[in-house]
């Protein structure tokens, strides 16, 4: 256990509906990142904060994607009308200001069938 | 998209013997990191090293980076049945935006 904590971390879904995912990174960490991981595949990134402020958003993160962290503490990651290719582990890390070293919580598995 | 290629993809050794996995990739980088996940679970970081370290340890772990090849390789020693997980090298180019490998499946015989 890292101490970042991901909720729900199973999540079957029907195509169309909307989905939620929660990180709640280590308290003191400034820094927070998400990424997704398909079968067989090393993850990829998705989008940063630092604080409260989305620092940057990946290609991959469609209008249908959006990522929230008010007040610099837990994230949110909201897909929006789900689709088939959304199915993957969603993973969230954060770090501290003072390391580079990325501590991983355990994941949400999203299927949407 | 991934940042490079590892090697092997799958790796199958007896317990007691070394395992050793290779990275490659493609842009300039600040540090690279070598991480461990069991089967659908998180991540566990195992060991970071700086694009100005040639070589780095860790209990077990050694860890090789060479920027003019853009390569790196990390030596599991003695190697036992829990050491079993997918291993990733990732790349951090900026602000700690990882680019992942495709990892490589270890397997360890008891």
């Excluded at chain 1, 079968?39 to 409260?52: A, K, M, S």
């Excluded at chain 1, 990522?67 to 954060?94: H, V, W």
């Excluded at chain 2, 991480?35 to 998180?42: I, P």
């Excluded at chain 2, 090789?64 to 390789?73: E, I, N, R, V, Y």
Aim: hydrophobic letters at 25%.
């Amino acid at each position: 256990d890292t101490g970042v904590s991901q909720n729900p971390r199973h999540k079957i879904t029907k195509r169309g509906q909307n989905v939620t995912f929660r990180c709640d990174p280590i308290s003191e960490h400034n820094r927070l990142y998400w990424y997704r991981q398909t079968l067989g595949q090393g993850p990829e990134f998705l989008t940063y904060f630092q604080n409260e402020a989305q620092l940057e958003k990946s290609r991959l993160l469609s209008d249908r994607f959006s990522a929230e962290r008010p007040k610099g503490s837990f994230s949110t990651l909201e897909i929006q009308r789900t689709e088939q290719g959304d199915s993957a582990m969603y993973l969230c890390a954060s770090r501290p200001e003072s390391t580079d070293t990325q501590y991983f919580g355990p994941g949400t598995r999203l299927t949407v069938l | 998209s991934q940042q490079g290629e590892e090697d092997p993809q799958a790796l199958s050794i007896q317990e007691g013997e070394n395992a050793t996995m290779n990275c490659s990739y493609k842009t300039s980088i600040n540090n690279l990191q070598w991480y461990r996940q069991n089967s659908g679970r998180g991540l566990v970081h195992l060991i970071l090293i700086r694009s100005n370290e040639r070589e780095k340890h860790s209990g077990r772990l050694r860890v090789t980076l060479d920027t003019s090849k853009k390569s790196s390789s990390l030596l599991i020693t003695a190697s036992r049945a829990a050491d079993t997980a997918s291993y990733f090298c990732a790349t951090d180019a900026s602000y700690g935006k990882l680019t992942f490998g495709q990892g490589t499946i270890l397997t360890v015989h008891p």
